[in-house]
């Protein structure tokens, strides 16, 4: 996924360099557990060694994204918005805005009282009588020429175990958590699917055209060098 996007989004800046603007693309995602550093992260927050990776059946990688570590696995929403804001605005702290804005929206469909944390990008479940903030969205993006990659990971059913092997995000002073875990019952992740990615289209006001999985090598052929060995690896052709 990652050598997707990146793929996608040089792809994008191409275009805009000849005149050629192509379509903003997002790609929602559940991925096998991995640990991911990001290029200002600190690799000390990683507390497990390579022999617990394995135990656990996780990956480490180092990423090109801003921020510190985070984990991705099932049951978790990641979202990769490869947008083009200089057709939107140019303002990298307020495109972060608008993607917390679009997963509070979300929660809250839920019944899920979420809010930012001043100086601390994601979003956060409100303190309440179950304790202090903690974590459900976590983000970190890459921009190029105003064209972004990478994006947010929404814990809705997250086996949340795993996140005991990092400081998440290098925050050790608050925890993380899931719809999941404050809902006591297990959301269906396609319902948050598509209420998340209505809420993203919503706030950047965008114009939303699905492609399904089984269209997406035919889509893809507008973006150029993504062969079909690349969308085998990561399981979207077989």
Same mark, same amino acid.
């Given at each position: 996924?990652?050598?997707?996007?990146?793929?996608?989004?040089?792809?994008?800046?191409?275009?805009?360099?000849?005149?050629?603007?192509?379509?903003?693309?997002?790609?929602?995602v559940?991925?096998? *557990?991995?640990?991911?550093?990001?290029?200002?992260?600190?690799e000390?927050?990683?507390?497990?060694?390579?022999?617990?990776?394995?135990? @656990?059946?996780?990956?480490?990688?180092?990423?090109?994204?801003?921020? $510190?570590?985070?984990?991705?696995?099932?049951?978790?929403?990641?979202?990769? /918005?490869?947008?083009?804001?200089?057709?939107?605005?140019?303002d990298?702290?307020?495109?972060? +805005?608008?993607?917390?804005?679009?997963? @509070?929206?979300?929660?809250?469909?839920?019944?899920?009282?979420? =809010?930012?944390?001043?100086? +601390?990008?994601?979003?956060?479940?409100t303190? $309440? !009588?179950?304790?202090?903030?903690?974590?459900?969205?976590?983000?970190?993006?890459?921009?190029?020429?105003?064209?972004?990659?990478?994006?947010?990971?929404?814990?809705?059913?997250?086996?949340?175990?795993?996140? !005991?092997?990092?400081? /998440?995000?290098?925050?050790?002073d608050?925890?993380?958590?899931?719809?999941?875990? %404050?809902?006591?019952?297990?959301?269906?992740?396609?319902?948050?699917?598509?209420?998340?990615?209505?809420?993203?289209?919503?706030?950047?006001?965008?114009? *939303?055209? %699905?492609? !399904?999985?089984?269209?997406?090598?035919?889509?893809?052929? %507008?973006?150029?060098?993504? =062969?079909g060995?690349?969308?085998?690896?990561?399981?979207?052709?077989?």
């Amino acid at each position: 996924m990652w050598e997707l996007q990146r793929r996608v989004q040089q792809s994008i800046v191409n275009g805009k360099r000849s005149g050629n603007r192509k379509a903003h693309v997002l790609f929602t995602v559940e991925h096998p *557990p991995v640990f991911t550093l990001g290029k200002s992260g600190d690799e000390k927050n990683l507390l497990a060694s390579s022999d617990e990776l394995d135990d @656990i059946g996780a990956s480490f990688v180092h990423i090109d994204r801003g921020g $510190d570590i985070t984990f991705h696995g099932p049951g978790q929403l990641v979202v990769y /918005p490869i947008l083009d804001l200089e057709q939107i605005f140019t303002d990298v702290g307020k495109y972060l +805005r608008y993607l917390e804005e679009a997963v @509070i929206r979300t929660c809250a469909s839920w019944n899920i009282s979420t =809010d930012r944390f001043e100086g +601390r990008t994601g979003v956060w479940v409100t303190a $309440d !009588s179950h304790g202090p903030e903690r974590k459900i969205c976590a983000m970190g993006i890459k921009a190029s020429r105003w064209v972004t990659m990478h994006g947010l990971a929404l814990n809705v059913s997250t086996d949340l175990t795993y996140f !005991s092997r990092i400081v /998440p995000c290098g925050i050790d002073d608050r925890g993380v958590t899931s719809m999941e875990k %404050e809902l006591g019952v297990k959301p269906e992740t396609v319902q948050i699917r598509e209420s998340l990615i209505t809420n993203i289209v919503d706030v950047f006001e965008l114009e *939303p055209d %699905e492609v !399904s999985a089984a269209n997406l090598p035919s889509f893809l052929k %507008e973006f150029g060098d993504i =062969d079909g060995s690349l969308l085998s690896q990561i399981g979207l052709v077989d």
